[in-house]
């Protein structure tokens, strides 16, 4: 039991490139999240996906994308990188809704040059 | 909406010592608190989460949190501090209208010898 997983764990990019987080799940969770996390800011909400089919909007969604392939995985996808999106990228699941307990991966250092 | 604040932004601890952390939260209705705990490195991890009931709640790693609905609080206690709890500590809120989680800044806390 993997929990939730991400790849990569680094990566540098230059202004402009493109680029997909990956995140997966075995806990047959329904809802994923993506979070950025900034110093001094916390977590931030960029994505959800309350259920398999769903996505919506959170905090920060400008200059992102994300797709809900199956159940079990949740991609970001960054168009067109820019230094701003230098941080440090969550994914999380849950059963269901925000009285539920996030379970977080291990993250993904975003660099943009 | 709701919201947390997390009033310190870095606490240093003796080993040994008590150490108590500050969250602060804004919702309306009977929110669901949580504290997560993220090491050096590593996602978060989650040590402790309200929703009713007792208003003392025990986690893991010796760590307790007490709610006061008139102070709006849920601060995090620990009675005798290790060096492993060296990390950052994240408080939030979430609610069954919303599939989101809204977390604080987050406090570091340093450990010394």
């Known amino acids: 039991n993997a929990g939730v997983t991400q790849t990569p764990k680094f990566q540098v990019l230059k202004t402009g490139q493109s680029m997909t987080l990956q995140c997966a799940q075995d806990?047959?969770?329904?809802?994923m999240y993506w979070y950025r996390q900034d110093p001094g800011m916390g977590l931030r909400l960029i994505y959800y996906s309350a259920s398999e089919g769903t996505t919506d909007k959170g905090e920060v969604p400008n200059g992102y994308n994300v797709s809900r392939l199956n159940k079990r995985e949740f991609s970001l996808r960054l168009e067109s990188a820019a230094p701003s999106q230098t941080s440090v990228y969550f994914c999380?699941?849950?059963?269901?809704?925000?009285?539920?307990?996030?379970?977080f991966g291990p993250g993904t250092r975003l660099t943009v040059l | 909406a709701q919201s947390v604040t997390q009033p310190d932004i870095h606490i240093t601890v003796s080993e040994g010592a008590s150490l108590e952390l500050r969250c602060n939260y804004s919702?309306?209705?009977?929110?669901?608190l949580f504290w997560y705990v993220q090491s050096p490195g590593q996602g978060l991890q989650l040590l402790l989460k309200y929703f009713s009931g007792d208003t003392l709640v025990q986690g893991i790693k010796g760590f307790e949190a007490e709610f006061k609905r008139s102070q709006s609080s849920f601060n995090l206690r620990k009675p005798s501090v290790h060096w492993s709890d060296a990390a950052e500590y994240f408080c939030a809120v979430g609610s069954y209208e919303d599939y989101k989680l809204s977390f604080g800044a987050g406090t570091t806390v340093t450990v010394r010898a």
């Open positions: 919702y309306g209705a009977t929110p669901y």
């Open positions: 999380a699941s849950s059963e269901g809704s925000g009285t539920d307990t996030q379970y």
């Open positions: 806990m047959n969770h329904n809802s």
